[in-house]
């Protein structure tokens, strides 16, 4: 069963196609990467999936709903919860303030819950915790929960956008350029902990610049290029393919914006 499903997805920024007609399936359970040159339109893609950007034309279903005009909050609140290109961790919160924030997107409560802080508030409150120190366990960050999250070296900065996108328990992670600025030793320690999370039930769509890291990790790989689709197969098929090769594979990266 596919847990996402783009129709034709398509967004125009006045004369410039970002994405053309898209037709994506994401199969419930698989890790799903998306590859292309700079500019090739994923996180265009992304931001319609997310609900971030409203789609020009097409079609998005998630879990069974069509969420091609439904809100992002309301995206984000069905499971479908997204990562940025660009670091973005709160500010003036420690590490794992920063998870308990994502925590609350998955627990119910409100204004005058935090005020009365009945017990099972409370009960709320402990458990919110506990979850936030195990995601910090899961991606090796437990000894700075109490560090200002900005204090973070970059590399765990990315670690720790992780764990708060998986604090709101998502069906379905989108992880825009993970691996964007790390070293080789870190771009690993990410890529099993991105196998992980998959392993333990949640549908990962990854947007990635690596190409080594996703043939690796992923069952299945789209390639864009000028927004359209160009290929879409296993990772084997992938590093076979002509029109990747032209367009992707052969070409010289320079950088990662
Ligand atoms: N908000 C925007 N307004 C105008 N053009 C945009 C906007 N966002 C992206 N683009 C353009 O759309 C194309 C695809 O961009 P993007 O989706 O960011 O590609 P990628 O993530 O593959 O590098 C690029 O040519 C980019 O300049
Ligand atoms: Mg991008």
């Given at each position: 069963m596919a847990l996402l499903r783009t129709k034709e997805l398509t967004k125009r920024f006045d004369g410039l196609?970002?994405?053309?007609a898209i037709d994506l399936e994401v199969p419930q359970g698989s890790l799903f990467a998306v590859i292309g040159p700079n500019g090739a339109g994923k996180t265009t893609f992304f931001s319609m999936v997310s609900g971030f950007l409203s789609s020009t034309s097409g079609s998005i279903e998630f879990d069974g709903r069509?969420?091609?005009?439904?809100?992002q909050h309301e995206i984000a609140a069905m499971g479908l919860v997204r990562t940025f290109q660009l670091v973005q961790l709160f500010k003036g919160m420690s590490v794992a303030e920063n998870v308990e924030v994502g925590c609350h997107l998955a627990t119910k409560g409100g204004v005058a819950a935090s005020l009365f802080r009945p017990a099972w508030f409370r009960k709320q409150e402990l458990e919110v915790r506990e979850r936030a120190h195990e995601l910090l366990e899961f991606v090796g960050l437990s000894a700075h929960a109490?560090?200002?999250?900005?204090?973070?070296p970059y590399g765990q900065q990315r670690l720790l956008e992780v764990a708060r996108a998986m604090a709101a328990k998502p069906k379905l992670l989108l992880l825009d350029e993970?691996?964007?600025?790390?070293?080789t030793q870190e771009t690993e320690g990410l890529a099993h902990i991105i196998q992980k999370i998959n392993a333990q039930g949640t549908t990962v769509l990854l947007i990635e610049h690596d190409v080594a890291l996703v043939t690796r990790i992923a069952h299945r790989i789209a390639v864009l290029d000028f927004g359209r689709k160009i290929a879409e197969g296993t990772p084997e098929e992938i590093k076979a393919h002509p029109e990747v090769i032209a367009a992707y594979l052969g070409v010289e990266e320079t950088s990662n914006a």
């Amino acid at each position: 069963m596919a847990l996402l499903r783009t129709k034709e997805l398509t967004k125009r920024f006045d004369g410039l196609v970002a994405n053309n007609a898209i037709d994506l399936e994401v199969p419930q359970g698989s890790l799903f990467a998306v590859i292309g040159p700079n500019g090739a339109g994923k996180t265009t893609f992304f931001s319609m999936v997310s609900g971030f950007l409203s789609s020009t034309s097409g079609s998005i279903e998630f879990d069974g709903r069509d969420i091609t005009r439904v809100p992002q909050h309301e995206i984000a609140a069905m499971g479908l919860v997204r990562t940025f290109q660009l670091v973005q961790l709160f500010k003036g919160m420690s590490v794992a303030e920063n998870v308990e924030v994502g925590c609350h997107l998955a627990t119910k409560g409100g204004v005058a819950a935090s005020l009365f802080r009945p017990a099972w508030f409370r009960k709320q409150e402990l458990e919110v915790r506990e979850r936030a120190h195990e995601l910090l366990e899961f991606v090796g960050l437990s000894a700075h929960a109490d560090l200002d999250a900005e204090l973070l070296p970059y590399g765990q900065q990315r670690l720790l956008e992780v764990a708060r996108a998986m604090a709101a328990k998502p069906k379905l992670l989108l992880l825009d350029e993970p691996a964007a600025g790390l070293n080789t030793q870190e771009t690993e320690g990410l890529a099993h902990i991105i196998q992980k999370i998959n392993a333990q039930g949640t549908t990962v769509l990854l947007i990635e610049h690596d190409v080594a890291l996703v043939t690796r990790i992923a069952h299945r790989i789209a390639v864009l290029d000028f927004g359209r689709k160009i290929a879409e197969g296993t990772p084997e098929e992938i590093k076979a393919h002509p029109e990747v090769i032209a367009a992707y594979l052969g070409v010289e990266e320079t950088s990662n914006a």
